[in-house]
C-alpha cells in the first residue's frame, strides 16, 4: 500500500450558495480529500462519485480554489492552500478517487486547467 499525504480535507456544505455553479444544486455535504502519493501523482478522492466521474478539474490560482466540470456543468470542490495550488500547477492530470455503491475502488485520471 502506497502511503499518502493528505493535504486538505474539505466539507462542501455551500455548494447551492456559490455563484459559480450553474444549475439547482443541494446542500450535499460532500467531502473531498486532496494529496499526492509517493510516487508524486496528485489525487482527489470523493465522497460523492458525481465528482470523481469528472471530466476536468478546473484550479483558479487567484482564489485558491478548485471547481470539476461534469457534462459540461461546473461544480465547486472548495478553498486549497497555496501548497496545494503549487502542486496542483504542476501537474497536467490529477486522479479522482471514490468508493462506489458496491464498495469497488473508482479511479478516474483528468486533465487539469487553470484560470
Not at 494529496?35 to 490560482?61: E, R, W
Not at 496545494?84 to 485520471?109: C, P, Y
Amino acid at each position: 500500500m502506497q502511503d499518502m499525504q493528505i493535504e486538505n480535507r474539505i466539507e462542501n456544505k455551500a455548494l447551492a450558495h456559490n455563484p459559480n455553479v450553474r444549475g439547482d444544486v443541494p446542500d450535499a455535504g460532500i467531502s473531498a480529500a486532496f494529496g499526492c502519493n509517493c510516487a508524486g501523482q496528485v489525487f482527489i478522492t470523493f465522497s460523492d462519485m458525481l465528482y470523481a466521474n469528472a471530466d476536468h478539474v478546473f484550479v483558479d490560482t487567484d482564489e485558491q480554489s478548485v471547481f470539476v466540470s461534469v457534462k459540461n456543468s461546473k461544480y465547486f470542490v472548495g478553498y486549497v492552500s497555496e501548497e496545494m495550488v503549487a502542486k496542483l500547477s504542476s501537474h497536467d492530470e490529477v486522479l479522482l478517487t471514490s468508493i462506489k455503491a458496491d464498495g469497488q475502488s473508482f479511479e478516474n485520471r483528468v486533465t487539469i486547467k487553470r484560470n
